[in-house]
């Protein structure tokens, strides 16, 4: 008798990975649709540094944009960068995510000029850059190292984007996410490799 071993249905990662970014990607456009259909109505829903009222802001302003130019900047390295982690892991994702997302808007909240709204998600894409740039220092794999290097060729230009040094953008959004992305590359990955080193 011969039988026959049922298909394997799992979802390959790369394409869960894509549908899980394009949704929050597609989620986003919907929301600047709403906004811009209904007179920026969700623009007061940024950050206002130091205002108590505005600190539970950090976490809707990572997925509300100011007009269409700047979703589309956000839109690309948003997919890219955001399939890249997700690939490390559903758990790595949402630590690094939820790492990026306090670290950029709490840096916001704390440090960016009085009577400013911030918004939008490049806090979130320099924090998963920045796990995925340290994530090879710690784990010393030769495809994530060359995955860093090819990265920063990419996009090591947008680094300068953690210097204060162009108006009307939130350099302190950028560098609360880098630092949130990093924390998250350390605790998930340099802790552990520590631990490790410490058994033998």
Known sequence: M???????????????????????LALMWALEVFDQATSN?????????????????????PW???GWVHLL?????????GVL????????????????????????????PANTVTAGASGLVFGWLAYLLIRGFFTRRPGQIALSVVLLLVYGGILVGLLPTAAGVSWQGH????IGGGLAAWWQHGRRRKAGQARR
């Open 41 to 61: 109505s969700l623009d007061p829903l940024g950050i206002e540094p130091r205002r108590l009222d505005s600190l539970d802001n950090v976490l809707v302003a």
């Open 85 to 112: 982690t997700y690939l490390a892991g559903l758990a790595r994702w949402l630590v690094t995510t939820a790492a990026s997302i306090l670290g950029s808007g709490l840096l916001v909240w704390l440090v960016a």
């Open 64 to 66: 509300l944009h100011y």
């Open 175 to 178: 560098l609360g996410g880098a």
């Open 2 to 24: 011969t039988t026959h071993a049922a298909p394997d249905r799992r979802m390959h990662p790369v394409v869960r990975a894509v549908l899980v970014i394009g949704a929050l």
């Open 73 to 81: 900047g956000n839109s690309g390295p948003f997919m890219v960068l």
